[in-house]
């Protein structure tokens, strides 16, 4: 069964960092992407990056572009999102989530079935 479990969540003041981590059940290369997506409170649920395990290419929001870096380990079957300068319109859930193919927008929610449960990040101004 397919699990993904974040971790590294919390409250941080503007212009802190945080990092995000996502352990993935099994060998992250049976996926084919793997991203985080966010859901802020009254909004969508929205892609934020996303990494193709396989060669690293990766593709950013425009909104965290610059500040946010993901990354995998694929030894450690992980996914990381690192996030700099951190602003209030941040604070979301984050989850990850997989996918075994790469089929449609990497940004497309509708286009991932595995899900994590989710980790909480909140920016203070």
């Known amino acids: 069964q397919v699990q993904l479990v974040e971790s590294g969540g919390g409250s941080v003041q503007a212009g802190g960092s945080v990092r995000l981590s996502c352990v993935a059940s099994g060998n992250t290369n049976s996926y084919s992407r793997m991203a985080w997506f966010r859901r802020a409170p009254g909004k969508e649920r929205e892609g934020v990056a996303r990494?193709?395990?396989?060669?690293?290419?990766?593709v950013y929001a425009d909104s965290v572009k610059g500040r946010f870096t993901i990354s995998r380990d694929n030894a450690k079957n992980a996914v990381y999102l690192q996030m700099n300068s951190l602003k209030p319109e941040d604070t979301a859930v984050y989850y990850c989530a997989a996918a075994v193919r790469a089929v449609g927008s990497s940004m497309d929610p509708n286009n991932y079935p595995y899900w994590g449960q989710g980790t909480q990040v909140t920016v203070s101004s």
């Open positions: 990494i193709l395990t396989f060669s690293g290419n990766t």
